[in-house]
């Protein structure tokens, strides 16, 4: 990034767990052909890792010595760690409840926040999170916080576990969800919230589509849509 060229431009989404932000970043980067950065995928990988090799959630200096060395392939239909395969593994509650406890460390936080700058390439970058906007883009050409009631959010993660054969009631999913906006929301280092100069959505009664052709059009009116990367397809599905 300090090359002299102008850094490729980013579209940050940030917001909390079932606002939709991972679905809707990944239909973004699809249509404008895009690289996607799925933050909180990394967040899960160091959990899981961590899980996988017995060191505690609460040993800073160990998880940050393991984020340095683990190596992260993010496909557009696979996460590998190290070669294993981590897709689903990531995607289960007790990770959730994991990568919420590792990201309030900023030994961290600042080994993950290069790996996800390093992602900014051309012809653009779509990133969802928490604090993509606040913090590890705060230049970025667009920014989007999405935000859904805390119903809606443990309905929709309620599905997608359905989906994948999970069985978790929707009472606990509406206690986890909770549990995890305060710690988010109320953690020291990169706390979630809203960038002061990002475009808010409320996504509670919006349909996919509908959130995706409002994002768009913020794109069309900051003139970032133009360009060859238009044709290009790709993308992955997540959240
Ligand atoms: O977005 P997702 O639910 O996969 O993120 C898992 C956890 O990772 C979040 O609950 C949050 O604690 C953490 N996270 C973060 N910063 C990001 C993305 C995720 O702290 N940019």
Redesign the pocket.
């Known amino acids: 990034m300090s090359d002299g060229r102008p850094a490729a431009p980013v579209i940050a989404i940030?917001g909390?767990?079932?606002s939709g932000?991972?679905t809707i970043a990944a239909r973004v980067a699809e249509r404008l052909g895009w690289r996607l950065l799925?933050?909180?995928?990394?967040?899960?990988i160091v959990?899981w890792a961590a899980l996988a090799r017995g060191i505690p959630l609460d040993d800073p200096e160990r998880l940050a010595v393991m984020t340095r060395t683990l190596v992260i392939e993010q496909g557009a239909a696979a996460v590998r760690v190290d070669g294993v395969d981590v897709t689903a593994a990531?995607?289960e509650e007790r990770?959730?409840v994991g990568?919420?406890?590792?990201?309030?460390l900023p030994e961290v936080?600042q080994t993950?926040r290069g790996v996800?700058q390093g992602m900014r390439v051309a012809p653009g970058l779509v990133?969802?999170?928490?604090?993509?906007g606040t913090?590890?883009f705060r230049d970025a050409e667009l920014k989007i916080f999405l935000d859904a009631s805390v119903d809606e959010r443990a309905r929709r993660r309620h599905k997608q576990l359905m989906e994948k054969g999970s069985s978790v009631s929707l009472r606990d999913l509406f206690a986890s969800i909770q549990a995890?906006d305060r710690?988010?929301r109320n953690?020291a280092v990169?706390p979630?919230r809203r960038a002061p100069d990002a475009i808010s959505i409320d996504t509670t009664q919006m349909s996919v589509e509908a959130v995706v052709a409002e994002v768009l059009k913020h794109v069309e009116t900051r003139g970032l849509a133009a360009g060859p990367a238009r044709s290009r397809g790709g993308g992955q599905e997540?959240?």
């Open positions: 940030d909390p767990s079932g932000k991972g799925d933050s909180g995928a990394l967040y899960r959990a990531i995607r990770i959730s990568a919420a406890a590792v990201a309030t936080r993950l996800q990133a969802d999170g928490r604090d993509m913090e590890v995890r710690s988010d953690r990169s979630l997540n959240d």
